[in-house]
């Protein structure tokens, strides 16, 4: 016990060592930021890290130490990077990202569309969040809907983003990417799926169903209770619409009541989706950088060099922040196979100094960064 107590002491003055050292280099990271300011320098100088870090593992003599100074010292360039972006933005040298702030986003005199057609859920959601001040359009694909908006034929288009039982909608995150839009705003719909079939029909009659995948898996318990088959069609209001159609009491659909009642069907079960709670979000999105003064949240798609820790290192910068995050989330890259593009939304104003630095460290570290919204 008496040598434990004493190696343990050692240690202790090896860790004050240390912390003066560090608070040294910290210290020295001020006047690195001012000439970085001064003379117009990035941040990240990556080439001089990496030499630097090969020299010092080569001062290790095993492995075992070369990989832990590595570590180390990655952390302590990492922090002095957020130090050198703390005193950018305290001389208002950060970017500020090109966002207009507006006190709220128009909605009467506006064009917006949706995909699908009328009784669809983004239809539901469109109308709701716009009003009868809009007017609407509806197209074939959720690429088309965003198309309209980024040439300007429509002002917003509302997609589907999230469902609360089936995930993310992962066309819809690799299309914000893809073009020059951005999300403005986020509106939920409580989802209520019904089995419905043409007038007169029952319950006992329906042997095969139509409707999107996503609406099967979100009544999969519903289904498989009754047996039926299952044919995939493009979206619920679609289904709706081809049922009303028929003249087959067999065939049936699941659809919303909006959609019910707009293409003439029986209800014949409402509320079929085995979550009471089950919840789509989806998003408003324009081809301008907007946000409203009340924005609440920040999302930002990246991607890293496929090395070790790269995922650590962007994240450290909300963390460091001392930002909130609410959701992360990755996609497979196009024709880079095993890499994957992340999507992350925090807290926070595209405004405030704290969400500033943390964008700047991401945005300057990461590769193909896109600030895809503060709503």
Not at 212 to 221: D, G, K, R, V, Y
């Amino acid at each position: 016990m008496d040598d434990l107590l004493k190696y343990r002491n050692r240690i202790d003055e090896i860790d004050d060592e240390i912390v003066k050292l560090f608070l040294e280099r910290i210290d020295i990271s001020k006047d690195v930021a001012d000439y970085k300011i001064k003379n117009g320098k990035p941040v990240l100088d990556r080439e001089r890290e990496l030499s630097k870090l090969e020299t010092l593992k080569s001062k290790a003599p095993e492995k075992f130490e070369a990989l832990g100074i590595a570590e180390l010292f990655e952390q302590i360039m990492a922090m002095s990077r957020k130090y050198q972006y703390i005193k950018m933005g305290e001389v208002g040298k950060l970017d500020d990202f090109g966002f207009e702030i507006v006190d709220e986003i128009p909605k009467t005199n506006v064009k917006v569309a949706y995909q699908g057609i009328p009784g669809a859920y983004s239809q539901q959601a469109a109308s709701e969040y716009f009003g009868d001040g809009a007017e609407y359009v509806h197209v074939t694909t959720f690429r088309e809907a965003v198309e309209t908006v980024k040439n300007g034929e429509a002002d917003y288009a509302v997609l589907p983003f999230e469902n609360s039982s089936a995930g993310i909608v992962a066309d819809v995150y690799d299309l914000l990417v893809e073009y020059d839009t951005y999300i403005m705003d986020t509106f939920d719909i409580k989802i209520k799926h019904c089995l419905c079939g043409i007038k007169g029909s029952t319950i006992d009659d329906i042997k095969e169903i139509y409707s999107h995948p996503q609406a099967f898996m979100q009544s999969n318990e519903f289904i498989e209770e009754h047996g039926f088959s299952k044919i995939n069609l493009a979206n619920t209001a679609i289904s709706a619409r081809y049922i009303s159609e028929q003249t087959d009491k067999s065939r049936g659909c699941i659809c919303s009541e909006n959609a019910a009642e707009i293409y003439g069907l029986e209800i014949l079960e409402k509320n079929i989706n085995f979550t009471a709670k089950n919840t789509t979000k989806f998003i408003i999105i324009s081809n301008k950088k907007v946000a409203r003064k009340d924005a609440g949240l920040i999302c930002i798609s990246f991607e890293m060099p496929h090395e070790s820790g790269t995922l650590y290192q962007m994240l450290s910068h909300i963390i460091y922040n001392n930002l909130n995050m609410t959701s992360i989330q990755s996609r497979p890259i196009p024709d880079k196979k095993w890499e994957y593009r992340f999507y992350v939304e925090f807290e926070g104003k595209i405004t405030d100094k704290d969400v500033m630095n943390a964008l700047s460290g991401i945005v300057g570290e990461a590769l193909n960064a896109k600030i895809l919204g503060n709503y």
